[in-house]
């Protein structure tokens, strides 16, 4: 009976090991994508903010051509 304790005592320390790997994987995924929706959102943002000055830049060099 003790041998049948024991080695459920083993496997669910094992058990509890593996969740405890599994927590901080999940944690450690869950800063890495949130550290990767900012840096997406900041592209997007240098992104907008670059068309924008394309198309102003468009804009002047049209207007130089027409003047010219």
Avoid: P, W
């Amino acid at each position: 009976m003790l041998f049948v304790f024991v080695t459920l005592r083993r496997e669910l320390m094992a058990e509890l090991l593996e969740d405890e790997k599994v927590s901080m994987e999940f944690a450690r995924l869950e800063e890495e994508y949130s550290i990767l929706t900012e840096e997406n959102q900041n592209l997007i943002t240098v992104h907008s903010q670059r068309a924008q000055q394309l198309e102003t830049l468009r804009v002047i060099s049209q207007k130089r051509q027409g003047s010219s």
